[in-house]
């Protein structure tokens, strides 16, 4: 029995490896506020939706299905709640039931593991009747086809059924083995027969055939004796306790797999309430096709630095039809490494199925987002920087595949300009002809008017705007790159005022 | 039976028990340690300490490894192998367990093993194309061997008997503390109809798989021995035909075969030693050894101890080569720190003694003198003296060397006079130098005198190299002349693949 809240036909994988460079586009884009807001204060959904949002899906299909699940639950955010509680209390029978402490023996093992499935059962149908009571009101194919399969696997026949079996379980007229010699001439392949009805005296039953019998008596008194019998019933029990601790933790398992898969639209739930609190908007975006390169958003939103800031900001619109590389140049500090973040996190949110951080929302798909952030924070070991650089580039190279993102942030500034320029322009090339988008924000002069003075169809310019009077606004218009623009407001800022404008910065 | 050696030319032969002088020098002790590992049974080591001294020798042993090499005979050798290892356990159980029957039961396994081992090998061998003098010999003996009545009938009797007890099956009931034993019982099984009913639960996901346990212990306990004796009054016959097979065939293991046994791991120890290697695209090859030419070659060759440490480590492993034409004998090595001299040295070393065992040598192709001794002088970290005592030393064991060696050896010397300043070193180690050629030996010097390598004609320079595109990044390739070092931004990228056309070719649909 499978729970496929996340994808229409099989479980999402909790185990899978996250690979090194999603845990660095995680970080570059500060992706841990997000998840922080989405837990509130249980742990678990954190882990959820940073599973969910790093793993990401590429096909459309996926995502809308999440869409369409989470649209449900946000509309009837106490039944899910309720679900998820469920998947919380049947999850702790079994810290109730000590099956963490199971000992070799078969006959420990089957008296915890008895009273455990009795319970577990009693969820199972305690998670039934509850959908079925809500099922009318979902309008995704998830929800319904959830209801649907659980009145299938968990019929009342069947639960009966299982019942019994477990009663029979209790052996009250005694045990009846069958085995063969082994090496060494030990009794080994030992199976369980089922024991004869209550009033029927089991000897003349079993061995109704032949009569021929031996009996061995182990005396009161002899404990090693009656050690030796105990090993023996573990035997032949060994089989059937086995198959009962294995139901038991994969009943567990499922247990586990709704809380988690649920987990991920609580937390989705909680984010979009925190962001209501600060009057931020959601959209839940439109898709298109992979090989498509459509970007046209409106009022997009650093999510994550609104939520560290807990209030509105900055919001840009932005349309990158046709647009296979953005350049993005201007002022330090000007807003657009929180421009760059906010498309990164926009793309893994609406990968993820989830809403974006934006007003509108259209745009394409990516078969997988990188970024490469310069890290300022290491200029100190000048000498290895640039290596450091290009090795973690090499790393998102060789995780690249046609239809991917990138996103550069002060690229290759560790070497002098006209070198990192060259760098920069060789690498951007070569991932623009194989298919990827590149959005790249830089101080590299010679590197950003290359793509400027090729008036290619598919280059956008962009600028951090700055007004006439120097100040910043923080948004991201379009603009040619300012080659003398970087470092002079900070060296203002530090050393005072320049004295005279700066003829080439109006 | 009897079988003549497939290791040795003149048997017997008196093996060496301790390992030579040069091995730790040379990491060898590291190499022989990874190659016996987990076979301590066999007693190999020595195998590995003795070298031989003639082209007739080591052409024998190569020849014997090349059929070893074919794949069905390695399967059918390793099968061999892991029989006469059954055979092995099967009679320590009978030694070791309390009750008659039981022992007389792994005595029967043991035997049941090793007619099976034993027949199974004289089959697989008919077939094989075998072309090693040793191995035709053997396969000669064992076909007598398997042929005559006494092997015949102990194997027949022990599958009669084995059939029997297998047959036997029966009934216990358990109640309170009486347990009956009978012969019929119902054949419903309960544990696996409630392992149907509970299938739609069943998922991939759960890591925890409890395995069935048969009881572990080899021993039986009283209860199980009292319930053994129900079932033989059951089925008295095969109890009894047991008793009396295991007083007639107390010898039955031929100690010719046991031989044979350990003989035959010296090969296959070292095969799973290449195989390591091979497959992580590392090669090995049969030399070619001559007592006569002292021109010598190698190709894309290794420090196996090396090697060994860095594959498993996931790294990369540098091959080298090297080369002495005509009167060429003395390799010279210089260059950086940390670039690959002393492993050169080593590699060098090993290379010639592993030729010396009837070995192949890690690389593509090899062409090796077959010197009548190795001697190594490298620096001994665990000698604390200091300055002139030190060096006094050095000098010392330099001596001994250059007094035992002949025209014959392979001397291999690392950073001699370390100890000395460099006026003294230059002199001392010009000296030492010139006496081995004047010796006519083959020799690697590795030093950072850089005058050295073209002090004569027998001498060659070889140097550590460096990247040319990386900031003086080591390569550890040592080759002919002189290295070169000089870095760019581009080249550095080009390094991580990272230009224009790598990049292209990386990401080709």
Redesign the interface.
């Known amino acids: 029995?499978?729970v496929c809240l996340l994808y229409s036909d099989r479980?999402f994988?909790w185990?899978q490896k996250i690979s090194a460079d999603r845990h660095q586009v995680a970080q570059d884009l500060n992706l841990d506020v997000l998840f922080a807001a989405a837990s509130g204060d249980d742990a678990v959904l954190a882990t959820a939706v940073e599973k969910v949002m790093l793993v990401g899906s590429g096909d459309p299909a996926e995502i809308q299905f999440r869409q369409e699940v989470l649209k449900d639950f946000m509309a009837q955010a106490p039944v899910l709640s309720e679900l998820y509680a469920m998947a919380i209390e049947a999850l702790e029978q079994r810290r109730r039931a000590h099956l963490g402490i199971f000992t070799r023996h078969a006959e420990s093992m089957m008296h915890e593991a008895i009273p455990l499935l009795r319970m577990l059962f009693e969820y199972l149908e305690k998670v039934r009747d509850w959908v079925r009571a809500h099922v009318e009101d979902f309008r995704s194919p998830g929800l319904q086809m959830f209801g649907q399969r659980l009145e299938q696997?968990l019929d009342d026949s069947y639960l009966n059924?299982?019942r019994d079996?477990l009663e029979?379980?209790a052996f009250r007229q005694?045990?009846?083995?069958?085995?063969?010699?082994?090496?060494?001439?030990?009794?080994?392949?030992?199976?369980?027969?089922?024991s004869p009805p209550a009033g029927h005296h089991?000897?003349l039953?079993?061995?109704?055939?032949?009569?021929?019998?031996?009996?061995?008596?182990?005396?009161?008194r002899d404990e090693?004796?009656?050690?030796?019998?105990g090993?023996?019933?573990d035997?032949?029990l060994?089989?059937?306790a086995?198959?009962?601790?294995?139901?038991a933790?994969?009943?567990l398992?499922?247990f586990k797999?709704l809380r988690m898969e649920l987990g991920f639209y609580l937390g989705c739930l909680k984010l979009s309430q925190r962001l209501q609190e600060i009057q931020e908007p959601v959209t839940f975006p439109t898709l298109a096709p992979a090989n498509e390169r459509v970007r046209e958003a409106s009022g997009l939103y650093d999510v994550c630095l609104a939520l560290q800031l807990n209030r509105r900001v900055v919001e840009n619109d932005w349309n990158a039809e046709g647009k296979s590389l953005t350049i993005v140049t201007g002022a330090n500090q000007g807003g657009k490494s929180t421009f760059l973040r906010s498309i990164g996190i926009a793309q893994l949110m609406m990968q993820s199925g989830m809403f974006v951080a934006a007003t509108t929302y259209h745009g394409n798909i990516c078969s997988e987002v990188f970024t490469h952030f310069g890290r300022r924070e290491d200029q100190t070991m000048e000498?290895g920087k640039?290596?450091e650089e290009?090795?973690r580039?090499?790393s998102i190279?060789?995780g690249?595949q046609?239809n991917g993102l990138v996103l550069f942030n002060e690229s290759f500034a560790s070497?002098?300009e006209r070198?990192?320029s060259?760098?920069a322009r060789?690498?951007t090339?070569?991932?623009i002809?194989?298919h990827?988008q590149v959005v790249f924000v830089t101080h590299l002069v010679t590197f950003a008017n290359q793509w400027q003075d090729s008036a290619a169809p598919w280059v956008q310019c962009l600028r951090a705007e700055r007004r006439d009077d120097g100040v910043r606004t923080f948004k991201i218009v379009e603009g040619a790159p300012l080659s003398t623009s970087f470092g002079r407001d900070v060296y203002r800022k530090i050393f005072g005022e320049l004295g005279e404008e700066d003829p080439e910065a109006s | 039976m009897s079988v003549s050696s497939i290791l040795w030319l003149q048997s017997p032969i008196t093996v060496e028990t301790d390992p030579p002088e040069i091995f730790s020098d040379l990491n060898l002790d590291a190499i022989v340690e990874e190659i016996v590992v987990g076979r301590d049974e066999y007693t190999l080591r020595p195998f590995f300490y003795t070298s031989l001294t003639t082209p007739e020798e080591v052409g024998n042993r190569q020849d014997v490894m090349r059929d070893l090499h074919q794949p069905a005979i390695a399967a059918m050798m390793h099968l061999f192998a892991e029989g006469m290892q059954t055979v092995r356990q099967y009679q320590a159980h009978a030694e070791k367990v309390y009750y008659q029957r039981q022992k007389q039961a792994w005595f029967l396994d043991a035997v049941a093993s090793y007619v099976e081992t034993v027949g199974a090998l004289d089959e697989a061998l008919t077939l094989e194309n075998i072309k090693s003098e040793g191995l035709i010999r053997f396969r000669e003996s064992l076909r007598t061997y398997v042929g005559s009545a006494g092997f015949e009938g102990m194997r027949d009797e022990t599958a009669a008997i084995k059939a029997d007890l297998v047959r036997i099956r029966y009934g216990l009931t358990i109640d309170g503390s009486v347990i009956s034993v009978g012969k019929e019982f119902d054949p419903e099984d309960f544990s696996q109809d409630f392992e149907v009913l509970l299938t739609r639960f069943q998922r991939t996901d759960v890591q925890r798989q409890l395995r069935v346990q048969d009881s572990e212990a080899l021993e039986m306990n009283h209860i199980e021995a009292k319930i053994l004796e129900q079932v033989v009054k059951l089925y008295p016959e095969p109890f009894e035909r047991l008793e009396t097979f295991c007083q007639q065939h107390v010898s039955f293991f031929d100690p010719a075969l046991r031989e044979f046994d350990r003989e035959l791991q010296f090969y296959l120890t070292y095969q799973d030693y290449m195989a390591f290697f091979e497959h992580h695209g590392l090669r090995f090859c049969y030399p070619r050894v001559s007592a006569l030419d002292k021109t010598e070659l190698s190709r894309d060759s290794y420090d196996a101890a090396l090697a060994h440490k860095v594959v498993s480590a996931h790294g990369t492993v540098v091959v080298n080569d090297f080369e002495l034409r005509g009167d060429e004998r003395i390799l010279v090595v210089t260059g950086p720190n940390q670039g690959g001299k002393t492993t050169f040295a080593r590699w060098f070393g090993q290379l010639h003694f592993l030729a010396k065992l009837g070995l192949p040598v890690p690389g593509g192709a090899a062409q090796l003198f077959l010197c009548d001794k190795i001697f190594t002088h490298f620096e001994r970290e665990e000698d604390m003296s200091e300055g002139s005592g030190k060096l006094q030393d050095a000098l010392l064991r330099m001596h001994a060397i250059l007094s035992d060696a002949s025209a014959d050896s392979v001397i291999i010397m690392n950073e001699i006079f370390g100890s000395t300043t460099l006026q003294d070193a230059v002199f001392l180690t010009t000296k030492v130098l010139d006496q081995v050629t004047q010796l006519d030996a083959i020799a690697v010097l590795v030093t950072f005198i850089d005058e050295l390598g073209s002090r004569n004609q027998k001498t060659v320079s070889l140097v550590a190299s460096v990247n040319p595109n990386q900031y003086a990044q080591r390569t550890y390739k040592i080759v002919r002349g002189p290295a070169q070092g000089i870095a760019y931004a581009l080249s550095l990228a080009e390094s991580y693949g990272l230009t224009y056309s790598r990049i292209k070719e990386r990401l080709q649909p």
């Open positions: 029995m499978n479980e994988d185990e696997e059924q299982v079996h029979a379980l005694g045990m009846v083995f069958s085995a063969q010699l082994g090496p060494g001439l030990k009794g080994q392949h030992y199976v369980l027969h089922q089991w000897n039953n079993f061995f109704r055939k032949s009569p021929e019998t031996y009996t061995v008596v182990i005396a009161d090693s004796g009656h050690t030796a019998l090993e023996l019933k035997l032949g060994a089989r059937v086995r198959g009962l601790v294995q139901a933790e994969h009943i398992a499922f797999q000498s640039l290596d290009l090795r580039c090499a190279v060789d690249l046609k070497t002098n070198e990192g060259e760098v060789q690498i090339q070569a991932l002809e194989s990827i």
